[in-house]
């Protein structure tokens, strides 16, 4: 059992913890059950980031503290997020990181659980009253464009929404409850993240429990594409705090075929801070996640983002980002869809609202065609354009006069 496992998924655990016992290969001396205990549960992966002095970005020398107490030279981190240093290493280890240059002890740390820790502090990139409106109207008209560029689909709608399996949610929110108080701020350029006005925290997830994860969740996304998948990418965990926006995009076209979203967790939100996909037809639909809850999209196809800000006051919202492409076809969205791929669902007939504007999955807009399923924004949103997107950003934001229920856009 992972430390830090949320009490109601203690029952459920990565097939990599779990051994039978007295299994064919046990022995009368026990050597084999104690050489997995000793490399499944004792033997962890940990990471450090060398954030210290961002000016001049000196190396930090790393130092393991033996049973004698002596210091070993165990080499050196280079500077930034690219250069972490993830290493196999025991419960209990101890480390000491020093200044390079002049000898100064920057941390010492002992090793509790998988994870990772910066040394220093990443810079902060909010720019106090800064109007970034210009390179957000030339990003959302660029992703416009780009999400024509895709010609292969796997579904109806272009997402659905799920759940995690419960060994694969308690071990995330174990990482994220052991591994919260290291969080460091996320190494990010553009602006389809409003880091200009509310920093983004980041939790790198070490290599080996990437492949875990990612591969297990690969079946799911499988099933949901109907056709056999590689793992290209996984990230996160990528912590959004009150004021957190994400401009409507789409992912990089040669890897993110098929992806999925993974809220790990939340809390203190005033309002759901709903995931915004546009479907085939560009038809927007506003998605509520809880914890474990998964949102499968073809990213590169399909336009997405949370445009509305996080809401309330210390509100807090974790992802994972795992992404796929058919296996062995890095140029997969030139390929016309296979034979019994369904057809994308444009003409879904008249829509109309029949619940409360501020109602999000469940169904408050009601199509002829029921395929269109339970997430429609009550604001009947449909884009046709790059220009409309950037309205959209404008008008959900916080601070503009049109109310967000007040716009109904033909379906």
Request: hydrophobic share 35%.
């Amino acid at each position: 059992l992972e430390r830090g496992t949320d009490r109601a998924v203690v029952h459920a655990m990565l097939p990599v913890y779990r051994r039978r016992a007295g299994s064919e290969d046990e022995d009368p001396s026990g050597a084999k059950l104690k050489a997995w205990v000793e490399s499944t549960c004792q033997m962890v992966e940990f990471g450090f980031i060398n954030y210290h002095k961002p000016e001049s970005k000196p190396q930090v020398a790393i130092f393991w503290i033996n049973q004698k107490g002596d210091k070993i030279p165990n080499g050196h981190i280079g500077w930034g997020e690219k250069r972490t240093n993830f290493m196999k290493t025991y419960l209990g280890h101890q480390f000491v990181f020093e200044d390079v240059q002049t000898g100064e002890v920057l941390l010492e740390h002992t090793i509790e659980f998988t994870g990772v820790r910066a040394i220093g502090e990443y810079r902060s990139s909010i720019e106090p009253g800064a109007d970034k409106s210009s390179e957000v109207h030339d990003g959302v008209a660029g992703m416009w464009n780009s999400h024509f560029s895709v010609r292969r689909t796997f579904t109806e709608l272009g997402f659905s929404k799920g759940r995690l399996p419960d060994d694969v949610f308690a071990s995330m929110g174990a990482f994220n409850y052991n591994n919260d108080k290291y969080k460091s701020l996320e190494e990010l350029t553009g602006v389809f993240l409003n880091t200009w006005e509310q920093d983004v925290k980041f939790i790198q997830i070490p290599w080996d429990l990437k492949v875990v994860w990612q591969t297990r969740i690969k079946e799911l996304v499988e099933a949901w594409a109907g056709c056999d998948l590689e793992n290209t990418d996984m990230y996160g965990l990528r912590r959004y705090d009150e004021g957190a926006r994400l401009l409507t995009h789409v992912d990089r076209i040669t890897t993110h075929a098929a992806s999925v979203i993974i809220n790990v967790a939340q809390g203190n939100l005033s309002q759901p801070w709903t995931v915004e996909v546009h479907d085939h037809a560009d038809r927007l639909h506003e998605v509520v996640m809880e914890p474990g809850d998964i949102v499968y999209y073809e990213s590169a196809k399909c336009l997405h983002g949370r445009n509305t800000p996080l809401t309330g006051n210390g509100a807090y919202y974790t992802n994972v980002f795992s992404h796929y492409r058919p296996t062995g076809d890095p140029e997969w969205y030139l390929r016309d869809n296979p034979d019994g791929t369904p057809d994308p669902l444009i003409d879904v007939g008249e829509c109309e609202l029949v619940g409360p504007p501020d109602a999000y999955s469940s169904g408050s807009v009601q199509c002829d065609d029921p395929r269109i399923g339970l997430h429609l924004s009550p604001s009947m949103f449909t884009a046709k354009s790059g220009e409309d997107l950037f309205h959209w950003w404008q008008r959900v934001g916080g601070g503009l006069s049109e109310e967000r229920e007040g716009h109904h856009s033909e379906l």
